[in-house]
């Protein structure tokens, strides 16, 4: 168990192994794959596991292969849809541990559907049901698990990342965990759009890695929008696949051959994108025969709940609808991994789920819900061993040395606090540029560069006047996360100066062989972006 | 987003106030829970589920109050909608079993 250590101030203070920061699914892997690894752990989240996060709220396909001959035919074909960015070596032994993890579930007794024939059907995970459960499965494995805990910043003794220290925001105390290894599970980057789960997802994970000098990776793929009804917050682009798209004149929207829209979901969300940005659109679920529509309602119920709180049929009736920006929850961009254990570059200090990037996984597309929720499950894992591993190895060297908090931008500004500069209105200056579909759906050089000089001088006010009290130093540490996470991904996008999956700049369309590599962003308020070659020189030099 | 607690629901269990992922609800010393960070509700409809006598209404516009009262939610039998629809039960989960989203799958 943790120790609760005695303290001068009135601090929540605990000693531990390992420190999982995050409460969605990688966060509740990872702490499972550590403790079960024999290791003390600590998981501290913003919200409260079980219902954190864009998993909680959902219903979620998984990219479920199973062993055999097929497995790398499978993972062949989908790498070829990456734009040569993924890593074949990583999408296989991800779905592999995915896979693993999903009988894992099922022997723990996860009640999943069956099939016709009576086989298991494991390839999907309802939020509510999978996050809850995860809970129970975290708690029984013995983590001590604070809710409603974020964490501010980290913690180094120099050498390595050895705690973080945050607030317990219904209990009104610091928090302080002094850990031998942690692991960022703390989500993507959802800059306060109003979608399912993404309240807390404000790449607070990416703030801190940086502070620590890890890097971050695929920050130019945050074009991926999904279709909502009109002022929800259901981002599910599913049912759309069944949906014909019309103009406020009732005028059929067309595909690329001219035929009416029939399925708004995959490439043909560029055809609703640009009728969006003309004008109201409206759809009808129309093209789902009867029995689709039963399952439909059945197998998504969370779907429905804006129209039948509204008082809408949609498969009879037109509604409005809109296109929802994702920022990196269902982008690529991220955390940089270094190596197999989910590790940082930075000792001490691991990384799982949508913190991490993506890249390797799903390259310049999006990974949708289902490769996610698979990398969620398998990076979890990895994450969790890995933190365990280290912990183990660091053993004696254990909390003697002195550490030091590195936040800074929203706690330490360089500068005098100024107190009118607010939290939320950085976050809708961020937001008026990465938002947009018409700055972030559609790109172009011109237009990013604006969006550049903007957010450059957001970060600059960030950097040196914001900070919060109390409990409000969670704000201004959000606030600040996403002016990071929305400079990165600006200044990521005008360096790559071609189209490539969901990064499309009107500029400069197709794709330039010379750029089929990533690129990583090192810094944080003074940062470089290299590409992998120069990395890889780097790292040997 | 969340617009009611219904106080002639509400138990005081408080279950709310620790489910909330965004802290939304402040507990009272004698009394049902408050909305004291509306703003801040993401819409994702687990304080509902959760809620062991349905006596939350979550609307489904994310960007603002609607002003639906609770009168209104009682009439068009909206309190616990959506637990129905999973087939939670006083804040049980339920229905993962039955869910048929593989034959959607199939139909994509």
Known sequence: ?541 | MIEIVSAARCVECDICVKVCPTNVFDATKDGAPVIARQDDCQTCFLCEIYCPTDALYVAEFAEGPTGITEAQVEARQLFGGYARALGWKRGKAGGSEFDPTHRIRVAQ
Not at chain 1, 490 to 514: F, I, W
């Open chain 1, 1 to 541: 168990m943790s120790m609760p250590q005695k303290s001068a101030s009135d601090r929540l203070q605990l000693q531990t192994d390992v420190l999982v920061l995050g409460g969605g699914p990688s966060a509740a892997w990872a702490a499972v794959a550590a403790a079960e690894s024999g290791a003390q752990v600590v998981l501290a989240d913003k919200g409260y596991l079980g219902t954190s996060g864009a998993t909680a709220p959902s219903n979620t396909g998984t990219w479920c292969v199973p062993p055999g001959d097929n497995r790398h035919a499978v993972v062949e074909r989908r790498w070829q849809r990456t734009g040569e960015l993924a890593d074949q070596r990583w999408m296989l032994r991800c779905v592999d541990t995915a896979y693993r993890n999903l009988l894992r579930l099922s022997e723990w007794g996860y009640p999943f559907p069956s099939e016709d024939d009576g086989r298991l059907y494991i390839a999907n995970l309802r939020g509510p049901d999978y996050m809850r459960f995860m809970r129970r499965r975290v708690l029984l494995a013995g983590v001590t698990v604070l809710d409603h805990h974020p964490a501010l910043e980290l913690l180094s003794d120099g050498d390595a990342v050895v705690g973080a220290a945050g607030i317990g925001r219904q209990a009104g105390q610091d928090w302080r965990v002094d850990a031998n290894a942690v692991v960022l599970a703390t989500g993507g980057c959802a800059f306060r759009e109003r979608i399912l789960g993404g309240t807390g997802l404000t790449g607070d994970g990416y703030l801190m890695a940086a502070e620590a000098g890890a890097s971050l990776s695929g920050m130019e793929f945050t074009g991926k929008y999904t279709l909502a009804p009109f002022g929800s917050s259901l981002n599910k682009g599913l049912p759309f696949r069944w949906a014909s798209f019309h103009r406020e004149d009732g005028s059929p929207i067309l595909g690329p051959a001219g035929e009416p829209l029939r399925n708004g979901i995959g490439d043909r969300e560029d055809e609703v994108a640009r009728a969006l940005i003309g004008g109201p659109v409206y759809a009808r679920l129309d093209q789902a025969e009867p029995a689709l529509q039963g399952w439909l309602r059945q197998g998504q119920p969370n779907c429905f709940v804006p129209y039948d709180r509204a008082g809408v049929d949609p498969f009879t009736e037109l509604f409005r609808i809109t296109l929802r920006a994702e920022g990196t929850v269902r982008g690529t961009g991220g955390i940089d991994i270094v190596s197999d254990d989910c590790a940082t570059g930075v000792s001490g200090l691991y990384v799982a789920g949508d913190a991490a990037s993506r890249e390797i996984m799903t390259g310049a597309v999006s990974g949708g819900g289902a490769v996610n929720s698979s990398w969620a499950l398998a990076s979890g894992w990895w994450a969790g061993k890995g933190a365990s591993a280290h912990a183990r190895r660091r053993g004696g060297k254990a909390f003697r040395g002195t550490a030091e908090p590195l936040g800074q931008a929203g706690l330490r500004p360089a500068a005098a606090a100024r107190a009118d500069i607010a939290a939320a209105e950085v976050i809708e200056a961020v937001r008026n540029e990465v938002t947009p579909l018409d700055k972030n759906f559609f790109r172009n050089g011109e237009s990013l560069e604006k969006s550049r000089g903007r957010l450059e001088s957001v970060w600059r006010d960030v950097r040196d006047h914001l900070r919060g009290e109390g409990v409000d130093r969670v704000r201004a540490r959000e606030a600040a996360s996403i002016a990071a996470a929305g400079r990165w991904s600006v200044a990521a996008a005008l360096h790559r100066t071609e189209s490539r999956g969901m990064h499309r700049r009107t500029d400069l369309q197709g794709k330039n062989p010379a750029l089929a590599h990533r690129l990583v962003i090192t810094g944080v308020d003074d940062f470089r972006i290299a590409g992998a070659p120069e990395r890889l020189a780097e790292l040997a030099s």
